[in-house]
């Protein structure tokens, strides 16, 4: 989206470093409810696995093929979904009045308040959201990528909600993975700000 090699590799370098550092620090996860569903949730999947036979290898095939495309469908129904939401709010106006609520935050840390409605879109909708950031018409293009670069570790409410949608059949708790989500995103836009104020060559701002 911002048509850079150099961006793309500083992004994949600084949400790999966000990867390991979220994996570290949930090494010391121990919420005696998390670790209770996920024991079961082991022990039913333990006793509810099915062998793969030269007999049966057909029907797992077919099983696992109509599953794929399930969850496929399932996706794109949720982008569909909050890409209509995303237009609904834009034409209501409640996303411009929404952007006119925060913008004495952003005037408060100096940021350019033009990002506001792009960061609330991507908090719906990860794609929509880093595509509007992608093509805002700014100096600070470095303010750009670390907003981007937030929301790629977030993943936005339709991410998240596509895990729920999956975590709620079983006994697995959803709160882990969005304490964690939300701490991605926050390293990464931190090791992305770093990256770019330490190597010269990565501050591409005009």
């Known amino acids: ?57 057909g029907g797992v095939l077919a099983e696992s093929i109509t599953s794929s495309i399930s969850t496929i469908l399932m996706i794109g129904g949720f982008v569909v979904i909050f890409s209509s939401v995303i237009s609904i709010l834009k034409a209501s106006g409640i996303l411009t009045t929404m952007s006119m609520m ?7 840390f100096h940021l350019d308040s033009v990002f506001i409605s792009p960061l609330l879109t991507g908090l719906l909708e990860i794609t929509n959201g880093i595509n509007l950031i992608a093509h805002v018409k700014v100096k600070e293009i470095s303010l750009s990528i670390i907003f981007t670069s937030f929301l790629l570790g977030f993943g936005g409410i339709s991410v998240l909600l596509q895990v729920w ?14 304490y964690g989500k939300l701490l991605h995103g926050v390293l990464a836009a931190l090791y992305t700000f ?3 104020s330490i190597f010269p060559f990565l501050n591409l701002d005009l």
């Open 102 to 108: 925060i913008s004495p935050l952003f005037h408060f």
């Open 1 to 57: 989206m911002f048509g850079s090699t150099t961006i793309g590799i500083l992004l994949l370098i600084t949400h790999i470093l966000a990867c390991i550092t979220v994996g570290i620090l949930f090494r010391f996860w121990r919420a005696s409810d998390d670790t209770d569903t996920l024991s079961l949730a082991k022990n039913k999947a333990t006793s509810s696995s099915r062998f793969v036979h030269l007999s049966n290898l």
């Open 194 to 196: 770093l990256a770019i």
């Open 165 to 178: 949608s999956i975590t709620s059949k079983t006994d697995l708790s959803i709160k882990p993975y969005v």
